[in-house]
């Protein structure tokens, strides 16, 4: 079983490195007129130039796991805005998926908990497929749409999980065909569990992204590994190794919450249990210390008997 770690966005082991750089449309507005473009540009060449830097990181330290930020083009879907964010950058997006290809990263994208489908007002609907094919736009900018995924949440229950959930599927047909196809569903940590959210995903064809945090903080019926080679299952069509999300608990009190390391001891049951299923999976790490909390883990878990660390993202056992 091999297992690839990677990180989320921002690095904390580069200096001044945010490739979520913003510009609100309150500022924006702010500025003259003939300022306005010129500011846009400044912010999204800086976003775009970090995360170059942050590329060349991760070739260094062998990590082949990024998540890039939603945030590298400032205001592209605000309705008032909607900027040309290729043409005076075309190049730089080239130069983004290039390295991307050659340094083997595998790519992903994770909108905001505002894109989602399951609203029913449709104005909510409409701007989640507007976000939805701006994170496509810019994987097919950078030329790397065919083995990256973009991954939301179901959403919210709205008072009545059946009728929200039959919403969702009727709503997943307003994203075009080509968005919807590289994307994939995560179980959350209070509403859509497990087991929910992998019926949603068989039900649409969907990728699963399986997020163990979550899982504790709402569990299911049935014991995790009850549901992992149906998981893995999901991923059959993609033809790509299952991505599995990892972070542990701030405490006790703050469950939920992200804490700034990942804890092994919180990760290691799980990990023995995908051994018994000898199944190659790829972690995301969501904590709050990004690459930091990434190769701390990595360390610590390759000190577990039989784990054997062959580069300086990636553990085989």
Known sequence: MRVRLGFVANSMSLWD????????????????K???????????????????????????HEIQLYRLSSSLVPLATHPEVEWDFYSPFKDEWKELGDLIKKFGIRASFHPNQFTLFTSPKQQVTDNAVKDMVYHYQMLEHMGIEKNAVINIHIGGAYGDKKKTLERFHENLAFIPSEVKAIMTLENDDKTYN?????????????PMVLDIHHHEANLSELPLEEYLESVFQTWERRDLVPKIHISSPKSEKAFRSHADLVDAGFVEPFLKTLKKLDHDVDFMIEAKHKDLAMLKLIEDLSSIRGVKRISGGTLEW
């Open 194 to 206: 497990v087991e929910e959210t992998l019926s949603a995903c068989e039900k649409a064809d969907i």
């Open 34 to 60: 003939a300022k306005r473009m010129d500011k846009l540009y400044e912010v999204t060449r800086l976003n775009l130039m970090h995360t170059k830097r942050i590329l060349y990181l991760c070739a260094a």
């Open 17 to 32: 490195a945010s490739p979520a750089k913003t510009m609100t449309f309150k500022r924006y507005t702010e500025l003259p």
